[in-house]
């Protein structure tokens, strides 16, 4: 598409820089199993201040990827950023920065294609066609989502957060995971209070659960390992987000938070310190 008609379909002067940061579910409520096997989530989610970066350039539509965890990632067609741009209806040549760990259960792929199609300033109709965490994460906010993950309600103002993040170094698939479960109607997640600080942040996700936390350390116990070492390095709350195995510690402060990341450094983890991004307007 000549660069003036990409102009005219995206709004969007080239080349872009966009930011895809980690979605993390700080609760996963896993409350039932549609016909077509696709489950109903309940699910406070929020996005750190750590994830890849998309640049865009004029060109034929192509991908090349850099960063830590290139190598563990295809540049083909399949790959979300790619998909986001074929949704949107553009060329486009698509630097991807990868700096998240893959498949990891903190929605890099579809952070990616949220960053794509905002960086385009697409707006397709049914941006879930390209996996179910791509409306949350073109939200970039935190939210309350439901459905299979295309349904998102505002929560109320959260407090600052000091978080650490903790993945094995090992991929977990998400359907694996999924099936791995051996309850699917579960309690949802109960209404949310307002937050005074973060202790009441925590009171309230201490009610809360991941349901897909134990069908995952039983497809891989490393996990369990993750949340002990977070608990033992001081975290307030400790839990895996969305399929895992990345896990989460919330810590009273960004100091104890760079504290805990530097004692649970190891050779095959990648350990993060992190806040929240800051919230994207309400769309
Ligand atoms: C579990 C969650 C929670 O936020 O996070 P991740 O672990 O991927 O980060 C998401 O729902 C994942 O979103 P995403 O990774 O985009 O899912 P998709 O590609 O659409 O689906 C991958 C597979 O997950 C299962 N799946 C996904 C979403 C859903 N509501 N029910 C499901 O059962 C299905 O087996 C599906 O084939
Ligand atoms: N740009 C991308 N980044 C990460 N994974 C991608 C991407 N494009 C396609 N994928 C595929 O999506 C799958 C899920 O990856 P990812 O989104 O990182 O994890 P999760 O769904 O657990 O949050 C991976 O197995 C990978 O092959």
């Not at 969007?12 to 993390?24: E, G, H, N, R, S």
């Not at 539509?61 to 741009?85: K, V």
């Not at 103002?157 to 995971?177: E, F, Q």
């Not at 990345?246 to 992190?274: E, H, K, N, Y």
């Amino acid at each position: 598409m000549p660069t003036d008609d990409l102009l005219q379909a995206t709004g969007k002067a080239l080349p872009v820089t966009q930011a895809a940061p980690a979605k993390i579910n700080l609760t996963l409520h896993v409350t039932g199993r549609r016909d077509d096997g696709y489950h109903l989530l309940d699910s406070l989610v929020v996005f750190a201040d750590v994830g890849d970066v998309v640049h865009l350039s004029e060109g034929p539509l192509s991908l090349s990827i850099s960063g830590p965890f290139a190598a563990g990632l295809a540049a083909d067609a399949d790959n979300l950023c790619l998909r986001a741009a074929r949704l949107a209806g553009v060329e486009v040549a698509i630097a991807l920065e990868k700096n998240l760990p893959v498949a990891s259960g903190i929605g890099g792929g579809s952070a990616d294609a949220a960053a794509v199609l905002r960086a385009l300033g697409a707006n397709p109709a049914r941006p879930e066609s390209l996996g179910a965490d791509v409306p949350v994460c073109l939200a970039g906010r935190p939210v309350r989502m439901r459905g299979l993950g295309e349904i998102l309600d505002p929560v109320p103002t959260l407090p600052p957060l000091a978080l650490v993040l903790v993945n094995p170094g090992k991929g977990l698939s998400t359907p694996a995971v999924f099936r791995a479960m051996t309850r699917r109607d579960n309690p949802a997640m109960p209404d949310l209070p307002e937050f005074r600080d973060t202790a009441a942040l925590v009171d309230f996700l201490q009610t809360c659960r991941n349901d897909l936390e134990a069908p995952a350390i039983s497809l891989l116990p490393e996990i369990a390992t993750c949340l002990d070492a977070l608990r033992d390095s001081g975290a307030l709350l400790a839990r895996m987000s969305g399929s895992g195995a990345t896990c989460f510690g919330i810590f009273a402060d960004p100091a104890a938070a760079r504290a805990a990341a530097q004692a649970l450094a190891r050779p095959q983890w990648w350990v993060v310190a992190s806040g929240l991004a800051p919230a994207r307007p309400l769309g």
